[in-house]
């Protein structure tokens, strides 16, 4: 039942007059004051820990940080491995290169040059001349078997 002043509105909401509206709003900071007065404590030592806690937060981020840095997929301890394969795989590669211009060289020698022709020949087809003698070393024996049970079987 509403007071003689107040109508229903068709909305289902009611008006409420300037006094009555005041008064809740007096009645909700009252609330709101004692509820801060009860957790006071408890706010007062948040921020009190605040400095720490901050603290402690960012120790942790930079110690994250630094073993990331350190330890990470491309961090130093990988790019000092990919820096020394890389110098490996360049040395290879140097080494490859001179040893194709050796081939190069060889393989033009062998077009046109006479002695390159005949050199060839006499070390890998034991060729000779003629009243010449080629002596060529016997092949190393096979290493010796192993002395255990299981070489007998």
């Given amino acids: 039942m509403l007071p003689e002043d107040q ?12 006094p009555e509206a005041r ?14 007065e009860d957790y006071r404590p408890a706010v007062t030592r948040v921020f009190g820990w605040r400095r720490k806690l901050g603290t402690a937060l960012a120790s ?22 990919k820096l020394s394969e890389y110098k490996a795989l360049e040395k290879d590669v ?16 062998l077009k046109g040059d006479p002695a390159a022709i005949e ?7 034991h060729y000779a001349k003629p009243g010449e003698m080629v002596y060529v070393a016997p092949a190393p ?11 007998k079987r």
């Fill in 7 to 18: 109508e229903p509105l068709k909305s289902g909401y009611r008006t409420i007059r300037l």
């Fill in 23 to 36: 008064e809740g709003v007096r009645r909700a900071g009252r609330f709101v004051l004692d509820a801060a």
């Fill in 60 to 81: 942790v981020l930079a110690v994250w940080i630094f073993f990331h840095v350190l330890l990470g997929a491309n961090g130093t301890v990988a790019y000092g491995n």
């Fill in 94 to 109: 140097d080494q490859l290169q001179e040893q194709n211009d050796q081939l190069k060289k060889r393989i033009e020698a």
């Fill in 119 to 125: 050199r060839e020949a006499r070390e890998q087809l």
């Fill in 141 to 151: 024996p096979p290493p010796p078997m192993p002395r255990n049970n299981s070489a």
